[in-house]
């Protein structure tokens, strides 16, 4: 399985595809990605959806990510249950 997440920091969104949701955001609240080292501590999952597969999570995440607006990813996100 796979997964497509949404993370929220005090201004920016980020999102992004994995394979273990619970590992990433862990990372991701460490520090050890660059885009997100700059939310600081406060790094939110705003929305997820898991997929069969991480073709399918990475072709969802770049539909995400051409959106250019993270509000609008979030709700197709949450609508594709």
């Known amino acids: ?40 501590d406060h790094v939110e999952l705003v929305a997820a959806k898991e997929l069969p597969s991480m073709t399918e999570a990475r072709k969802l995440e770049q539909t995400l990510k051409r959106k250019k607006n993270p509000h609008v990813a979030i709700s197709i996100l949450q609508s594709t249950d």
């Open 1 to 40: 399985m796979a997964w497509v997440y949404i993370l929220r920091g005090a201004r920016r969104h980020y999102i992004g595809a994995t394979d273990n949701l619970d590992r990433r955001i862990a990372e991701h609240k460490r520090g050890s990605n660059h885009t997100t080292l700059r939310f600081g």
